[in-house]
């Protein structure tokens, strides 16, 4: 995986094994104005929601876009609580395929209608660099505004894509709250080393 020819590495926990995060979020409070993003490098896409999907597939799309930004908090639950959470009818799942592959997904919690969340938007790694992201971000856009809510929010994290900060505000999305917190390096758990 290369972002613009060089290789993206996380970083390297310090000698406690904890690493420091800074975490940005951002919100919109109307539908915004943006021009169309331009046609992705791929061939056929589609998305598909994945209405009920089983644990085994969640933990597929979880690790698989995650894995990269070192996406830790899915991993440690079990599996009744993850498939609590990812058939709950308030949560919407949807995934992005090229050529019927999987390509990445985007998940929308509604719990709040009136508060949308964008909790999870990836894209897999061996499709980045094909202008993907910014296509799907805005059709999880358009789609969230569908419902009229009023905010439609999302964090990122300096473990996130490079660009990903850059392309949510180009999408719309203003910060409104920033801060650091140190973690423990997620690659040192126990449910890291066993998926």
């Not at 406690?16 to 331009?38: N, Q, S």
């Not at 490098?41 to 929601?49: F, K, N, S, T």
């Not at 990812?86 to 929308?108: F, K, M, Q, W």
């Not at 910060?175 to 390096?185: A, G, K, M």
Request: aromatic fraction near 12%.
């Amino acid at each position: 995986m290369t972002f613009d020819d060089q290789r993206y590495l996380p970083p390297e926990p310090g000698p406690d094994g904890k690493i420091d995060v800074t975490i940005t979020y951002l919100e919109m409070r109307e539908h915004p104005h943006i021009a169309k993003t331009t046609q992705p490098l791929a061939g056929h896409l589609a998305v598909i929601q994945a209405r009920n999907p089983t644990v085994s597939f969640y933990r597929f799309l979880y690790h698989t876009a995650g894995e990269p930004w070192l996406w830790y908090e899915r991993r440690s639950m079990d599996d009744n609580t993850l498939a609590t959470l990812v058939t709950n009818s308030n949560v919407r799942i949807y995934v992005l395929y090229v050529d019927g592959v999987p390509a990445g997904y985007v998940e929308l919690n509604l719990q709040v209608p009136s508060d949308v969340e964008l909790t999870y938007f990836a894209i897999f790694p061996e499709f980045i660099g094909r202008r993907l992201g910014p296509w799907l971000l805005q059709w999880a856009v358009n789609t969230a505004w569908s419902g009229k809510p009023e905010r439609f929010r999302v964090n990122t994290c300096s473990l996130d894509h490079p660009k990903a900060l850059l392309i949510y505000q180009q999408q719309g999305f203003t910060p409104y709250r920033q801060e650091t917190v140190r973690i423990l390096d997620p690659r040192q758990l126990p449910s890291w080393r066993t998926t």
